[in-house]
Structure formats: structure tokens, C-alpha cells
């Protein structure tokens, strides 16, 4: 078990304590929401020099991974970009390794949501840039010149004014960007608006189920709740095999009873009750109700998990499984919030849809070279609990090729000194099926703080910072532009691969293998000088050979660079370089009649011609050609 986590009363203590009764006036970045991207925001901004401060309305950081009880991470188990990579790191060292957490069937990393929790506190207490204010809520935003004035309200009931040059969104349901103006989306987009075939002919306001997870444990005697009113068992009847299982909604996903129970089985003889087939998934539509709404509104699904507890406890038997009295310190021992799967999708610079996920190189816009984040699971929507559910597309884990997220969409069009996290950035509605998954918006969070506070140092508008520079940020911090598994993140080899893959000039291939969504660059395949192509769209003016799948030398290749170089007006050897870059590189074999390797040519290219860094680009992926006058 990790020794220095402190335990989790003792973590809230020390927090509360180190922070006393004095803040900032006046900070660099404002983070609205302590939620997985709020807290990846705050730590990546604070740690490149800036001053930061993340509010958050409840008593713990981590939103769905940890006060929604979602604590099953959902994909990039073998993508651990950034933070969310030390998140990942430090979880494991807490329980002793990566099997301790292979505790339930629906992921490979499970954890206690109190746990996670106290990491995150841990993680942001380290950070001397950083202040944390909890039970704190904004009330008022006003834009004043070049800065945000944000009016917000402190746990004991006082207000105070804070004065920021940047805002991070990074509510559950895109409440900031509604107040600053941004033009959002809400639901299912019509196939006619996005060209997914796979969207609806008509759009709609439907969105995802919500969820109030609960977090139950073995007690070891009977800890069967009162029959909560209105208890009907006709509504959990085909959660799993059981008598009175007649007539089920999805016939092919009648599981057992233990399957149901393991499917997020906790370390510590924990279960978290996530559970989407006829449990306690609940729809109701909340992004457009004011606060009070939808506390009032929330009562009702919180019943609804209820009620699933005790068909659990009553109708199948686990009757000493009770709601953890050692989680939540909430009156009803539920989390603090429920599992929002979906909320506002913001108009931004660019929208990410299905198709740039599906076929990445052959849009209209480049996206996949902005990227600043990668994910892998397949699109999963939950629709079941919607009265006429059966009418909507089918999107239970659509499967996709894993992929690299735009910068752009975090950016909202109109609204300067915004940058908006969390899962309401620009993305297609189909398309959000993937990206809200926690490690997805754990890297989105990284990417608006890296965007701050480069926004921040370089005196820049959000809109005017180079796409390239918030990319180096996350390179340097371990995260991954695309998703490619060819080396791990501490190979020499990762960078230039991850560099030379978002110009486009060698492009990788993404398959879907069973629940696994991967994509390679490749490398160790011989390289064909039709895969060369791409050098064209960076330098149109270099001409190329023309052999079609002929395989390249290695003096070819070194050719075909030098030619490059010359019109480029790079005065270096290249031949004298490329040698010695070979033997920086551990590269094998430096022959020069031999095939080169995919993965050899990337790594020459990018540290002979560098063209991740010398060949703009636009917000949309395009290169800029610069014109001599």
C-alpha cells in the first residue's frame, strides 16, 4: 500500500488547514468545477508557473471518477497519457500494483471511490501555484476589459469577487459557457448536420441516461433497507437471470446474477452499481433546470438506485450487501452527484464528429494533427431508460478505431478568455460516446490548463496560441497526441513518432479487435515509397519518386531527406546527421542497401527536417505555406 497517502480523513484535514482563510483576488486561471478535467486543469496550469484556482460545489475533487462513484476506468488502460498516466501510477501503488485493481470484469483498473479522492487531494496539494476552495459556487461572471470578474460563493456563506485573465469550464454540464454566451448544442444532431450514417434522420434533446451509482459492501448480515415507496421489482426484473425475468429489453445481455454483482467489484469486498442493463440507469433531461430543479429532480433517481438496492438485497438475495458507511459522507450514503453522461456541447472552433474518428485522414479538416488528447473505447451510449429508446440509433460500443482529439474543440467560438473542458467541448453527439470517458476528459483537462496558461505567459488571446506549443506541453508531460502503441511513453523513440504521426507525413492505422479500439504507426514495418505521399502536404514543392509499393532504402530515404533539406535551406549534412542519428536512437544495422523502417524514417524526419515545429498549422490541421515576397 502506498505509505505516503496520507489516509482520506487526514488528507481533508491537512487540506482544509493548509488553505486557512485568506485566497487570491486576483489569479491567472480560474477552473470552475473540480471534476476530472477541473483537477487535471488546475495541476497542469499551476505547474508551468501560473497562478491557479479551481472552486468546486462539493466536498471532494474528482467529479465522476470519484463524487459520481464511477470508479471503473473505462479504456486507455495501455494509453497512459499525462496525468492521467500518474493518476493510474499512483492508484496502483496505493493497492500494491495493476492486478490489485483487476477486481470486476468491466475494466482492468478498479478502485474505492474515497481513494481516488485522496489521491487527487494529494496530487493538488503538491502543486505551490494551486488553491482549492470546496462548497465553494460561482454566482456571478462578468467580462471587464481583458479579465474575467467571477462572483462566487464560499462554504460559509460569504461572497467573494475573483479576477482572472483565463476561465476553465470544467462543470458536469456546461453551466460557465451558458453564462458567458457560447452557442451550444443539446442532444442528438441529425445525420443531415454532422454526415454520421449512423445518426438519426431528424435531430432531437435526447440525451444520455444519468446515473446515481451506489457503492455497497459486504457487512456480513442482513443490512436490507426499508422497502422504499413505490417499490416496483417489475422495473429491475431483467437486470440479470431470475424467476420473474420474463421479458427482457436486450435478450442477448441477460447475464447472471454474480455477473451482474462483479461487473464492478471494488477492492475490499466493495461492488459499485453502475449497472446499465434494467438497473439503475434513470433518464431525465436536467442541462437547461436551474439549481433547484434539479436537486428536486435528483431525488427521484436517487430513489430509483434506491430501489435497485433493495430488488438487489430483497429479490436476489445479497442481503448483507449494504450502501458503504466508510464512502460518501452524505446523509444517504449515495455519492455527491450523479453520473452525467452528457451535457451542453459547445459551437467551437472546430466540432469532432464520428467521421473524423472513423477515417481521420481523408476529411475536409485535418483535426487528427491538433490533437491533444487520445482515447480508445468504443462510442456507448445509454438510451434504455428513454420511453422509445428502441427508435434511437443503436450505440451499444459501436466500435471505432482509437483516435486523437482536436484542439479546437475546447475553444468556443465568440467568447474570448474561454476555454471549456469536461464533456461539453465541441463534439457531434455521436461522437461524445466516446469522448466522455474519464481518461479521455482527465487529457482534456490537461490540455485547456497547458492552453491557459500558455494564453497566460505568452500575453496571448486563448484563440491566438499555437497549436504546436500546447502540443510540446503535453509531449513534455508524458501525454500522447495519437494513439499510437508502437513505444511506450519513456522510449527515446515516442516523441518523434508522436510528432512525425500529427504532420500526417507517415500515417497510422487504427483497427478494432473484439472491445480493444488500436491504432499503430507501424514501425517496425518495411516502409513503401507509396506511404511517402505525405511529405507532400508539408512540402508541396519537393517532388517525389514515383515507385508505388516498391520498399525504400535507407540511402533512398536519407535522399529523399536531403532534398528536402536543400530546399528547405537547411544547411546541415544530412547524410553525417542521419548517422549519427541513427546511433542516438539505438536504430540497428546502419546499411545503407537495406529496407529503412517505418519507425526509422519517422525518427530521421523528425530530427532531420523537423517538421512538426517548422511546418505551421492552423487551428483546423492545415498546414500554413509561408510565401516569400
Same mark, same amino acid.
Given at each position: 500500500?502506498?505509505?505516503?497517502?496520507?489516509?482520506?480523513?487526514?488528507?481533508?484535514?491537512?487540506?482544509?488547514?493548509?488553505?486557512?482563510?485568506?485566497?487570491?483576488?486576483?489569479?491567472?486561471?480560474?477552473?470552475?468545477?473540480?471534476?476530472?478535467?477541473?483537477?487535471?486543469?488546475?495541476?497542469?496550469?499551476?505547474?508551468?508557473?501560473?497562478?491557479?484556482?479551481?472552486?468546486?460545489?462539493?466536498?471532494?475533487?474528482?467529479?465522476?471518477?470519484?463524487?459520481?462513484?464511477?470508479?471503473?476506468?473505462?479504456?486507455?488502460?495501455?494509453?497512459?497519457?499525462?496525468?492521467?498516466?500518474?493518476?493510474?501510477?499512483?492508484?496502483?501503488?496505493?493497492?500494491?500494483?495493476?492486478?490489485?485493481?483487476?477486481?470486476?470484469?468491466?475494466?482492468?483498473?478498479?478502485?474505492?471511490?474515497?481513494?481516488?479522492?485522496?489521491?487527487?487531494?494529494?496530487?493538488?496539494?503538491?502543486?505551490?501555484?494551486?488553491?482549492?476552495?470546496?462548497?465553494?459556487?460561482?454566482?456571478?461572471?462578468?467580462?471587464?476589459?481583458?479579465?474575467?470578474?467571477?462572483?462566487?460563493?464560499?462554504?460559509?456563506?460569504?461572497?467573494?469577487?475573483?479576477?482572472?485573465?483565463?476561465?476553465?469550464?470544467?462543470?458536469?454540464?456546461?453551466?460557465?459557457?451558458?453564462?458567458?454566451?457560447?452557442?451550444?448544442?443539446?442532444?442528438?444532431?441529425?445525420?443531415?448536420?454532422?454526415?454520421?450514417?449512423?445518426?438519426?434522420?431528424?435531430?432531437?434533446?435526447?440525451?444520455?441516461?444519468?446515473?446515481?451509482?451506489?457503492?455497497?459492501?459486504?457487512?456480513?448480515?442482513?443490512?436490507?433497507?426499508?422497502?422504499?415507496?413505490?417499490?416496483?421489482?417489475?422495473?429491475?426484473?431483467?437486470?440479470?437471470?431470475?424467476?420473474?425475468?420474463?421479458?427482457?429489453?436486450?435478450?442477448?445481455?441477460?447475464?447472471?446474477?454474480?455477473?451482474?454483482?462483479?461487473?464492478?467489484?471494488?477492492?475490499?469486498?466493495?461492488?459499485?452499481?453502475?449497472?446499465?442493463?434494467?438497473?439503475?440507469?434513470?433518464?431525465?433531461?436536467?442541462?437547461?433546470?436551474?439549481?433547484?430543479?434539479?436537486?428536486?429532480?435528483?431525488?427521484?433517481?436517487?430513489?430509483?438506485?434506491?430501489?435497485?438496492?433493495?430488488?438487489?438485497?430483497?429479490?436476489?438475495?445479497?442481503?448483507?450487501?449494504?450502501?458503504?458507511?466508510?464512502?460518501?459522507?452524505?446523509?444517504?450514503?449515495?455519492?455527491?452527484?450523479?453520473?452525467?453522461?452528457?451535457?451542453?456541447?459547445?459551437?467551437?472552433?472546430?466540432?469532432?464528429?464520428?467521421?473524423?474518428?472513423?477515417?481521420?485522414?481523408?476529411?475536409?479538416?485535418?483535426?487528427?494533427?491538433?490533437?491533444?488528447?487520445?482515447?480508445?473505447?468504443?462510442?456507448?451510449?445509454?438510451?434504455?431508460?428513454?420511453?422509445?429508446?428502441?427508435?434511437?440509433?443503436?450505440?451499444?460500443?459501436?466500435?471505432?478505431?482509437?483516435?486523437?482529439?482536436?484542439?479546437?474543440?475546447?475553444?468556443?467560438?465568440?467568447?474570448?478568455?474561454?476555454?471549456?473542458?469536461?464533456?461539453?467541448?465541441?463534439?457531434?453527439?455521436?461522437?461524445?460516446?466516446?469522448?466522455?470517458?474519464?481518461?479521455?476528459?482527465?487529457?482534456?483537462?490537461?490540455?485547456?490548463?497547458?492552453?491557459?496558461?500558455?494564453?497566460?505567459?505568452?500575453?496571448?488571446?486563448?484563440?491566438?496560441?499555437?497549436?504546436?506549443?500546447?502540443?510540446?506541453?503535453?509531449?513534455?508531460?508524458?501525454?500522447?497526441?495519437?494513439?499510437?502503441?508502437?513505444?511506450?511513453?519513456?522510449?527515446?523513440?515516442?516523441?518523434?513518432?508522436?510528432?512525425?504521426?500529427?504532420?500526417?507525413?507517415?500515417?497510422?492505422?487504427?483497427?478494432?479487435?473484439?472491445?480493444?479500439?488500436?491504432?499503430?504507426?507501424?514501425?517496425?514495418?518495411?516502409?513503401?515509397?507509396?506511404?511517402?505521399?505525405?511529405?507532400?502536404?508539408?512540402?508541396?514543392?519537393?517532388?517525389?519518386?514515383?515507385?508505388?509499393?516498391?520498399?525504400?532504402?535507407? &540511402?533512398? /530515404?536519407?535522399? $529523399?531527406?536531403?532534398?528536402?533539406?536543400?530546399?528547405? =535551406?537547411? %544547411?546541415? *549534412? +544530412?547524410?553525417? #546527421?542521419?548517422?549519427?542519428?541513427?546511433?542516438?536512437?539505438?536504430?540497428?544495422?546502419?546499411?545503407?542497401?537495406?529496407?529503412?523502417?517505418?519507425? &526509422?524514417? /519517422?525518427?530521421? $524526419?523528425?530530427?532531420?527536417?523537423?517538421?512538426?515545429? =517548422?511546418? %505551421?498549422? *492552423? +487551428?483546423?490541421? #492545415?498546414?500554413?505555406?509561408?510565401?516569400?515576397?
Amino acid at each position: 500500500m502506498r505509505s505516503s497517502l496520507i489516509p482520506f480523513l487526514g488528507v481533508l484535514l491537512t487540506f482544509f488547514a493548509s488553505c486557512g482563510n485568506t485566497w487570491d483576488d486576483e489569479i491567472d486561471v480560474l477552473v470552475v468545477g473540480g471534476g476530472a478535467s477541473g483537477v487535471t486543469s488546475g495541476i497542469q496550469a499551476a505547474r508551468m508557473g501560473v497562478k491557479t484556482l479551481v472552486i468546486e460545489e462539493t466536498e471532494w475533487l474528482g467529479g465522476m471518477l470519484t463524487a459520481a462513484g464511477v470508479s471503473a476506468i473505462d479504456g486507455n488502460y495501455n494509453l497512459p497519457a499525462g496525468l492521467w498516466g500518474e493518476f493510474k501510477e499512483r492508484l496502483a501503488d496505493y493497492y500494491g500494483g495493476l492486478d490489485a485493481m483487476r477486481t470486476g470484469w468491466v475494466s482492468n483498473l478498479l478502485f474505492e471511490p474515497s481513494v481516488g479522492n485522496a489521491i487527487l487531494h494529494e496530487m493538488t496539494q503538491a502543486e505551490k501555484n494551486l488553491q482549492i476552495r470546496k462548497q465553494t459556487a460561482l454566482k456571478k461572471l462578468k467580462r471587464e476589459g481583458e479579465y474575467w470578474l467571477a462572483v462566487v460563493q464560499t462554504r460559509d456563506k460569504g461572497l467573494k469577487t475573483v479576477r482572472a485573465k483565463v476561465l476553465i469550464d470544467a462543470t458536469e454540464l456546461g453551466d460557465v459557457a451558458k453564462l458567458c454566451g457560447v452557442k451550444y448544442d443539446i442532444g442528438m444532431e441529425s445525420r443531415s448536420d454532422t454526415n454520421e450514417e449512423i445518426a438519426p434522420e431528424k435531430g432531437n434533446n435526447i440525451v444520455q441516461d444519468i446515473t446515481y451509482v451506489a457503492i455497497l459492501k459486504d457487512y456480513g448480515r442482513d443490512v436490507t433497507i426499508p422497502q422504499p415507496e413505490g417499490y416496483n421489482p417489475k422495473e429491475f426484473a431483467c437486470a440479470c437471470a431470475n424467476p420473474i425475468c420474463i421479458t427482457p429489453k436486450e435478450p442477448n445481455r441477460v447475464w447472471s446474477k454474480e455477473m451482474m454483482l462483479t461487473y464492478g467489484k471494488l477492492p475490499n469486498n466493495k461492488y459499485m452499481v453502475n449497472w446499465p442493463i434494467e438497473g439503475n440507469d434513470y433518464y431525465i433531461n436536467l442541462v437547461e433546470m436551474s439549481p433547484d430543479e434539479r436537486t428536486r429532480a435528483l431525488e427521484y433517481a436517487k430513489h430509483y438506485t434506491l430501489c435497485f438496492v433493495y430488488f438487489i438485497q430483497h429479490e436476489l438475495g445479497y442481503n448483507t450487501l449494504g450502501l458503504a458507511d466508510d464512502e460518501y459522507p452524505t446523509p444517504d450514503k449515495l455519492p455527491f452527484i450523479p453520473y452525467h453522461r452528457e451535457s451542453r456541447r459547445i459551437h467551437g472552433l472546430v466540432r469532432f464528429t464520428l467521421n473524423h474518428i472513423t477515417n481521420p485522414y481523408t476529411q475536409s479538416e485535418p483535426l487528427y494533427r491538433t490533437s491533444i488528447a487520445v482515447g480508445d473505447y468504443p462510442v456507448d451510449h445509454h438510451h434504455t431508460r428513454y420511453h422509445g429508446y428502441e427508435e434511437l440509433p443503436n450505440l451499444y460500443f459501436h466500435p471505432i478505431p482509437s483516435f486523437g482529439l482536436p484542439l479546437g474543440a475546447l475553444i468556443p467560438q465568440g467568447v474570448e478568455g474561454l476555454i471549456v473542458a469536461e464533456k461539453s467541448i465541441s463534439v457531434s453527439n455521436i461522437a461524445n460516446g466516446t469522448t466522455r470517458l474519464q481518461p479521455v476528459v482527465l487529457q482534456i483537462g490537461q490540455a485547456a490548463g497547458a492552453l491557459a496558461a500558455l494564453s497566460v505567459v505568452q500575453q496571448k488571446k486563448v484563440c491566438e496560441v499555437n497549436v504546436r506549443s500546447v502540443q510540446k506541453v503535453i509531449l513534455d508531460a508524458k501525454g500522447y497526441l495519437m494513439p499510437y502503441l508502437d513505444v511506450p511513453v519513456d522510449d527515446i523513440r515516442f516523441k518523434s513518432y508522436q510528432r512525425i504521426g500529427s504532420t500526417g507525413i507517415l500515417k497510422g492505422v487504427g483497427r478494432n479487435v473484439e472491445w480493444s479500439n488500436q491504432t499503430w504507426l507501424r514501425a517496425d514495418t518495411l516502409l513503401l515509397a507509396s506511404e511517402l505521399q505525405g511529405l507532400s502536404d508539408a512540402y508541396p514543392h519537393v517532388h517525389l519518386p514515383q515507385k508505388g509499393d516498391t520498399p525504400v532504402t535507407v &540511402e533512398e /530515404a536519407i535522399e $529523399i531527406i536531403r532534398k528536402i533539406a536543400t530546399e528547405e =535551406n537547411l %544547411k546541415e *549534412d +544530412i547524410m553525417k #546527421r542521419a548517422e549519427q542519428v541513427w546511433q542516438e536512437f539505438g536504430m540497428k544495422n546502419f546499411d545503407l542497401k537495406r529496407t529503412i523502417l517505418r519507425g &526509422e524514417m /519517422a525518427v530521421l $524526419i523528425d530530427q532531420l527536417l523537423d517538421p512538426f515545429n =517548422n511546418k %505551421k498549422i *492552423d +487551428i483546423k490541421g #492545415r498546414f500554413i505555406q509561408q510565401v516569400d515576397f
